[in-house]
């Protein structure tokens, strides 16, 4: 069964750069036609996708985002990864791994989440 | 930054039935785009519920169920139970952002 784990700081200060890691386990990132995403939840509110990545390396963000973001993959550890520099308070949220099947599909895989606040 | 409107609430008795819409425009769901949704319990991870407007994952009800029709997309909850009580949120693709977007979200209460 395919998990996902996100891993990275709980609390960024604003200005700084957030890097936030998934681990794959139970597939590989490699398999063809699926895209690994990062999805966010401010509290309370609804989702915001931030982009996708496919494992050869190809990119697809969020255009609201898309000046501050990066997404990386490492095939030979199974991970893939999200870099958001300049984070303010408006960034405080659940950040969500995700496996989407297709660029344009649905989310079959989510990794359990993990809070980042940004507060001084 | 939600481009899919969803009613805020709906709500029903336990063994009712209630419909959820969702609606987009010509760069979204109107251009063609499959639609999805996802239950969320407090404090969770989303569920995939429905994928590409009507098919159920495996493990996921029959009395839950989809449908697309236009600019629009509906999941529909029949036979409502006390486990329903969740967010829902739909999906879609938009061509303007070449990206996911999803909806405003729903809160399902069981009365």
């Known amino acids: 069964q395919l998990q996902l784990q996100e891993s990275g700081p709980g609390l960024v200060k604003p200005s700084e750069t957030l890097s936030l890691t998934c681990s794959v386990s139970?597939?590989?990132?490699?398999?063809?036609?699926?895209?690994w995403g990062w999805i966010r939840q401010p509290p309370g509110k609804g989702l915001e996708w931030i982009g996708n990545?496919?494992?050869?390396?190809?990119?697809y963000y969020n255009p609201s985002l898309k000046s501050r973001v990066t997404l990386s993959v490492d095939t030979s550890k199974n991970q893939f990864s999200l870099k958001l520099t300049s984070m303010t308070a408006a960034d405080t949220a659940v950040y969500y791994c995700?496996?989407?099947?297709?660029?344009?599909?649905?989310?079959?895989?989510w990794g359990q989440g993990t809070l980042v606040t940004v507060s001084s | 930054q939600s481009v899919l409107t969803q009613p805020p609430s709906v709500s029903g008795a336990p063994g009712q039935r209630v419909t959820i819409s969702c609606t987009g425009s010509?760069?979204?769901?109107?251009?063609?785009?499959?639609v999805h949704w996802y239950q969320q319990l407090p404090g969770t991870a989303p569920k995939l519920l429905i994928y590409?407007?009507?098919n159920r994952p495996s493990g996921v009800p029959d009395r839950i169920s989809g449908s697309k029709s236009g600019t629009s997309a509906s999941l529909a909850i029949t036979g409502l139970q006390a486990e329903d009580e969740a967010d829902y949120f739909c999906?879609?693709?938009?061509?303007?952002?070449?990206?996911?977007?999803f909806g405003t979200g729903t809160k399902v209460t069981v009365l």
């Open positions: 995700a496996r989407l099947y297709d660029t344009s599909g649905w989310v079959d895989s």
């Open positions: 010509s760069s979204n769901i109107g251009a063609g785009f499959d």
């Open positions: 139970g597939g590989s990132i490699t398999s063809s036609r699926y895209y």
């Open positions: 590409t407007n009507s």
């Open positions: 999906q879609s693709f938009d061509s303007s952002l070449s990206g996911s977007v």
């Open positions: 990545i496919y494992y050869s390396g190809t990119t």
